[in-house]
Every structure is written in C-alpha cells, then in structure tokens.
C-alpha cells in the first residue's frame, strides 16, 4: 500500500511540477512577431543580480514588465520586454536599436560586470538563450556582458569590450498546420 501511494504521489507532483515553469510553446504564423524578453543579468561570481534595464544600453528605452505566467510569478523570474525585432522566418540583418553614449560612472559598472562575469539572459517564448563559447566549446545560458583582453607586453593593463552586436539564431518546426514552433535560441555576442 505503501509503495502504491507514493507511486501516486510522485504521479500528481511531475504532473504540476511540469506546469509550473510554463513550457506552454506557441505556434506561430510565418511573419508574426516574436517577442524577445529579458530576463536579467547574473553572475555566478557575486551572486547578485540585476535588472535587464538597471544598466541601459539605449537610455531612451522604457521599462515594460512582460506578461508572466504563474509558474514564474511563484519563482521570482521576472521577465522585461526589450526591443529586439523578430520575425518568424524572416531573416534580418544589422538592427539598430540606439546610438548611446556612457557617463564615466556607466564604464566603471560594465568593467566592473565584466571582471564579475555578468550574463544576460533573453527568452523567446519561454526558451533562455544558449551561448557557445568560442574559447571553451561549453554552452551557457545567457551570453557574457563582455570581455576583457589582457595586453601582450605588459600583463597588468587591459581593455574592456562590450558585446553590443548580437546574432540571433532561432530553429523552428513547421507544424502539420503550417504553423511554427520554436525549438532553439542560441545568441552569438560580438563587439
């Protein structure tokens, strides 16, 4: 008896635990938008994260809190619009989104994000962008703020690069439908 109740309890858990996270996919017509959220910025270094908007890369841009479902509302994933264009199936090249300039104090943060290994993580429909490094071969989830390049002649001195091109490669399944249905989000940072 005992052996038949928690058989049925672990039933019922992996059934709402799956729920929870809300791995809905949608289906998505060839030219629909699809919107690309931010989740935030992380380090596995200082362990504090922040808003994708704390630190501004366009300064004109305004804040939205994206719509969330209640598995992430339960896990604190708060997610942010950004203002990425993408459409399904087409392909695009070189989107500007802003020209900006940093206060001395803005640098200071990004190396500081840098030194601490700060990841951003974006979401297309529900899937976090995946990262290879090129150095490495290992995948993360999000992709690195920037990097930093040590001098050749003197090991003391550095340059700091932000990653502010990004290319974006979405798979995707055509559905009996002829609908769409994403399956990969992978991002290639560039400086």
Known sequence: MLRLILFTSFLIFGTISFSIPGILHHNFQFGDRIKVSANEFDSI??????????????????????????????????????EFYIRMGVERSCQRLCDTFFQESQIENFIWM????????????????????????????????GYKKISRTNKDEAEYFIYNHLTFKIEYDQ?????????????????
């Open 175 to 191: 559905q009996e439908d002829y609908s769409y249905r994403i399956l990969g989000f992978t991002i290639e940072p560039q400086r």
């Open 114 to 145: 840098i030194e601490n290994e700060y990841y951003t993580n974006l979401v297309v429909d529900n899937l976090p962008a995946i990262y290879k490094s090129p150095t490495t071969g290992d995948s993360h989830v999000g992709f690195p703020v």
């Open 45 to 82: 270094t200082t362990q504090i994260s922040f808003s994708y908007y704390a630190h501004l890369f366009c300064s004109y841009l305004i804040l939205r809190s994206d719509h969330q479902n209640f598995g992430s509302e339960i896990l604190g994933l708060s997610t942010e619009e950004t």
